[in-house]
T-cell receptor, first 110, second 118 residues
Framework: QKEVEQNSGPLSVPEGAIASLNCTYSDRVSQSFFWYRQYSGKSPELIMSIYSNGDKEDGRFTAQLNKASQYVSLLIRDSQPSDSATYLC??????????FGTGTRLLVSP | GAVVSQHPSRVICKSGTSVKIECRSL??????MFWYRQFPKQSLMLMATSNEGSKATYEQGVEKDKFLINHASLTLSTLTVTSAHPEDSSFYICSARVGTGGSYNEQFFGPGTRLTVL
């Protein structure tokens, strides 16, 4: 079982819709959870971090964490074509390192 | 967020040569930096953790004699790919951990270096 799992997609949504990205992780001791956005040929950009159960909102982005289910998600409201990218879920290990999922490719059509 | 730079952004070299990649934290001091490698359509794989003033910690399967890491100051870490071969061609990305307390594990990435070995 992979440590961090994501659906590779692509996830296609129309402009203005809500995009929902999901991630599960296997290590129960993980304490920190991150969403990174990566455009093709570029390095990852941190867009959200979440450390406790529940929701965390930042502009059009909402991260949701459920440690009991070992599940973290990212919602993007009012999706824009510029949101089209690969979204990487990352989770810390017990050794304070980040483990990345393989990413979900999001396509927002005008 | 914190700004991390990398140089060069792209390098093409012949097989057998060595390539040095620099990673700098521009507006903060980074006691810990990380080096990742990403192959096409794959996720980031951690190669090593670079700690200022001490030896780097390499992940399993990463040859420390081939990928030399030096973290001589709080703002600079270097990765040297020695005797590069075509299979070393990849996208190399560094990151720095800047937070304290609850945000301790946030990492900010440099723009990456695309290495092509002919």
């Amino acid at each position: 079982q992979k440590e961090v799992e994501q659906n590779s997609g692509p996830l296609s949504v129309p402009e203005g819709a809500i995009a929902s990205l999901n991630c599960t992780y296997s290590d129960r001791v993980s304490q920190s959870f991150f969403w990174y956005r990566q455009y093709s040929g570029k390095s990852p950009e941190l867009i959200m971090s979440i450390y406790s159960n529940g929701d965390k909102e930042d502009g059009r982005f909402t991260a949701q964490l459920n440690k009991a289910s070992q599940y973290v998600s990212l919602l993007i409201r009012d999706s824009q074509p510029s949101d089209s990218a690969t979204y990487l879920c990352a989770v810390t290990t017990g050794f304070q390192k980040l483990v990345f999922g393989t990413g979900t490719r999001l396509l927002v059509s005008p | 967020g914190a700004v991390v730079s990398q140089h060069p952004s792209r390098v093409i070299c012949k097989s057998g040569t060595s390539v040095k990649i620099e990673c700098r934290s521009l507006d903060f001091q980074a006691t810990t930096m990380f080096w990742y490698r990403q192959f096409p359509k794959q996720s980031l794989m951690l190669m090593a953790t670079s700690n200022e003033g001490s030896k780097a910690t390499y992940e399993q399967g990463v040859e420390k004699d081939k990928f030399l890491i030096n973290h001589a100051s709080l703002t600079l870490s270097t990765l040297t790919v020695t005797s590069a071969h075509p299979e070393d061609s990849s996208f190399y990305i560094c990151s720095a951990r800047v937070g304290t307390g609850g945000s301790y594990n946030e990492q900010f990435f440099g723009p990456g270096t695309r290495l092509t070995v002919l």
